[in-house]
C-alpha cells in the first residue's frame, strides 16, 4: 500500500459515520503505488475506502460518476457508495476519499488463454460503452507529456531514448483511430479472479476518452509477457476474445503493435517519473527499464509475424 496517509479506528468511524455505515474493523490494503486503501468491516457488510493522494477532488468526482455510468451498463467492476446525502465522495484530511463494496476474488500473475480470452471480451464491452464528456481527452502519461521529463538531465541517456520514442509516435500515430472510453491500465493487478473466471476490471482511475487500440496495447504489455518477453500466443487470446464482441478497423489492427511499444513506453515513462523524480525510491528506481526493454523488443518483432498473431 502506499502508506502516505495512515488513519485510525477513530477516523475511519467518522467517515463512515457518513454513509449510514458502523465499522466493526478494518485493515491495510497492500498494493497500489499512489493510493492508500482500507478493508472496512462493517455491520452492513465490506467496504473499500480509498484515500486519493495526488488527484484533484473534481478528478476523484469523475471517478465516481464513471463508477456509476459503468453499473448503470452491468459492467462489472467495484460499486460505488454514495454517502447518506447522495454525494459521490468526500474529503478527509484535505484529501478526497470514495468508498466502493468489497470484491472477493484473486490476482492472477500469469493468465491462462482462457483467461486472457475473458478479458479481451470484457475490454470490448467496456469500449461499447458510452463515453461520458466528463473523461479527459487524453491519457494521464501519454505522450503528451513525455517532456516533463526529456531534457532535465536526470537521466540523460533515458531522457534521449524517451526523446526518440516521442518523434518516432508523433510521426507515426495516424489521427483517424476509434476512440472511446478505456481504462487505461489493464495490468493483472486490476483483475479479479473467481477461480479461472474473470469477476471484474477494476481501478478506473486512468480512465478517459483516448484510442481504443490504447486499452489493447497496454493489456498485452501488462499480460500478455512470459520469461520477461511477448508471448504471442497470449496476445492472440486476448485479441481474439476482443473481437468476439467489437471487432478491429483494419487501422487499429495495423496500428496495434506500434501501441504496444507506445503502451510500454509510457509505463516506463511513468515508472521513472514516479520513482526517479515525484517520490524518489532506490528499491524502484530501476524498474521503468522493464518497460524500455519491452518497448524495445515488440519494435523488432516482424510486422507479419505479429499481424499473424492478431488476425
Known amino acids: 500500500m502506499a502508506k502516505y496517509t495512515k488513519l485510525e479506528k ?23 503505488a499512489a493510493n492508500s486503501s482500507y478493508l472496512l468491516h462493517t455491520q452492513q457488510g465490506k467496504f473499500v475506502l480509498t484515500i486519493f493522494e495526488e488527484k484533484a477532488l473534481s478528478n476523484v468526482l469523475g471517478i465516481g460518476k464513471l463508477l456509476l455510468l459503468l453499473a448503470k451498463y452491468n459492467f462489472s467492476t467495484t460499486t460505488l457508495l454514495t454517502l447518506s446525502n447522495g ?10 476519499i470514495i468508498l466502493k463494496t468489497y470484491l472477493k476474488g484473486r490476482v492472477c500473475e500469469h493468465l491462462d488463454e482462457d483467461m486472457l480470452y475473458q478479458t479481451g471480451v ?3 464491452r467496456l469500449h461499447q460503452i458510452p463515453s461520458p464528456i466528463f473523461l479527459p481527452s487524453q491519457h494521464s502519461y501519454g505522450h503528451q507529456i513525455f517532456s516533463r521529463i526529456i531534457g532535465r538531465n536526470i537521466n540523460p541517456e533515458y531522457e534521449s531514448w524517451l526523446a526518440k520514442k516521442l518523434d518516432y509516435f508523433k510521426q507515426n500515430i495516424p489521427p ?13 493487478d486490476n483483475l479479479l479472479f473467481n477461480g479461472t473466471k474473470l469477476r471484474a476490471i477494476i481501478d478506473f482511475e486512468e480512465a478517459c476518452y483516448y484510442f481504443r487500440v490504447f486499452d489493447l496495447g497496454m493489456a498485452i ?20 476474445g476482443y473481437q468476439q464482441v467489437q471487432k478491429l478497423e483494419d487501422v487499429e489492427k495495423k496500428n496495434l503493435q506500434l501501441f504496444v511499444e507506445y503502451a510500454a513506453t509510457a509505463t516506463s515513462f511513468w515508472r521513472f517519473w514516479k520513482y526517479n523524480v515525484e517520490n524518489p525510491c532506490m528499491a524502484k528506481s530501476d524498474r521503468y527499464i522493464q518497460m524500455m526493454h519491452l518497448a524495445e523488443e515488440i519494435s523488432v518483432i516482424p510486422k507479419t509475424v505479429f499481424l499473424s498473431a492478431v488476425s
Do not use: W
Request: proline share 4%; hydrophobic share 40%; with cysteine.
Open 122 to 124: 470484457a475490454i470490448a
Open 176 to 188: 483517424n483511430l476509434p476512440c472511446g472510453l478505456i481504462h487505461g491500465d489493464i495490468f493483472y
Open 221 to 240: 504489455v501488462g499480460l500478455c509477457t512470459k520469461n520477461k518477453t511477448f508471448a504471442l500466443d497470449k496476445i492472440s487470446s486476448l485479441i481474439i
Open 10 to 32: 477513530e477516523d475511519l468511524q467518522k467517515i463512515t459515520h457518513n454513509y449510514d455505515l458502523l465499522m466493526v474493523e478494518f485493515e491495510p490494503i497492500e498494493g497500489g
Open 87 to 96: 454525494e459521490i465522495a468526500l474529503t478527509y484530511r484535505d484529501k478526497p
